[in-house]
């Protein structure tokens, strides 16, 4: 009996036949945007499939038709990236929020309400507070660490006659790195699911996965990135995923048509071009994270530094790391003493790091998400979750760790 292979080993050629595209090693790029069906039977049954006009029969393949639906490149990037997740399906999309927002969009229905935790990411927050109202989805916060009765009585004070169609979440949380309890948000999900309608778990795993996390194994339904970080991990590409099982993803990908978000060719050829590599990058940000994390700790310009390897041991933080994360991962985020005079004065004078916002690439990368990535965020909401104009967020790349810290140091200097 063959055993069963490693992610990092599959990253290499799974889903890939090289005898249907001339023998070549690796997958080409299939740059293009339509596809010629064998015969007119084909073609019919390909739309009717697309279209939910009839089901997939037993064994049938479903033809390449359009790249809008699907491509060879997208196909192949997907059936990679769900091995990472334990996932049965993966669907591929033009960005991050495309991804949250078309997942989103199919699970959550007109007068339901979405419980989600916090901080998000600045784009996710708005959509959820600002855009879906609009179309009568509400939304309410809720603390993953705080009993499932206090949760519950909160909702229905506030919300008493609204189904919770969803669960999101977000964790580690963008830009705090605090954690949420992955299966507390699931034993939330199940308490408001019923025979005739399920409330689905989501998360985003941008910060920590696919590598250092696996949130299926603790129950969520549906696991999203913002495949531009890690995933992508060369600031040369902007992409989106969501992993889970065949249903929700087939539900998710019929959106994605009529959207028409699905990432294109190239895109997804990067991507399998980053897969090989994936874990290598994630391992070598992690442990050039964790020696400037200690580093930090340590400064006397540093209030407090919020890096995973760093939570209290006694807290219940500390618990769901170690049960539901393997690695301290590559971010970092840290309250420099002072404020956003401070903050700047630091940014501004890292010469090694660049200052820009995104995360996950080869490259280290700083910014100010008071004012930048979370500028939109309610200050009650910041004030509440312990983000203050003092913040700063690192994503710790491939450089040299003794380099980073050097030019770190530096830059603390001139503060």
Known sequence: ????????????????????????????????????????????AHFHIAYGLRKKRKNESVSLAYSRINNPNAEIVEERLKIWDNAEACAVFQS????????????????????????????????????????????????????????????NIKYPNLKVSLVYIESPANPTNSLVDIKKSKEIANYFSNKKSKTYLAIDNTFMGPVFSQPIDFGADLVLYSATKYIGGHSDLVAGSVCGNKLLI?????????????????????????????????????????KIAIVLNNHKKIKKVHYLNLIPKKSNEYKIYKSQYSCGGGMISFDIKG??????????????????????????LA?????????????????????TEALVRLSIGLEDSDDLIDDIKNALKKV
Not at 134 to 155: H, L
Not at 267 to 289: G, V
Not at 368 to 373: C, E, F, G, K, L
Request: overall charge positive.
């Open 250 to 290: 087939n539900r998710i990908k019929t959106m994605r048509v009529f959207l028409g978000n699905m990432a294109n060719p190239f895109t997804c050829w990067l991507m399998l071009r980053s897969l090989e590599t994936l874990k290598l990058r994630m391992e070598k940000s992690a442990e050039n994270a964790n």
């Open 367 to 387: 910014c100010h998400p008071y004012s930048m990535t979370h500028a939109d965020v309610n200050k009650e909401t910041k004030k509440l979750f312990g983000f």
């Open 96 to 155: 991050g929020m495309a991804a949250i927002t078309t997942t989103i969009l199919e699970i959550s229905k007109p007068n339901t309400l979405i419980m989600h935790s916090s901080p998000l990411y600045g784009g996710t927050d708005h959509f959820i507070k600002r855009v879906l109202p609009k179309y009568g989805i509400k939304s309410m916060y809720f603390d993953s660490f705080d009993t499932i009765d206090k949760i519950v009585n909160k909702k």
């Open 1 to 44: 009996m063959t055993k069963k292979r490693k992610p990092e080993s599959e990253m290499m050629s799974y889903g890939y036949d090289p005898h249907l595209s001339e023998g070549a090693a690796k997958t080409p790029l299939f740059q293009t945007s339509t596809f010629v069906f064998k015969n007119s039977e084909e073609g019919k």
């Open 339 to 364: 404020g956003e005079k401070e903050a700047f004065k630091f940014l501004d004078n890292l010469k090694l790091v660049k200052l820009a916002v995104s995360l996950g690439g080869t490259e280290s």
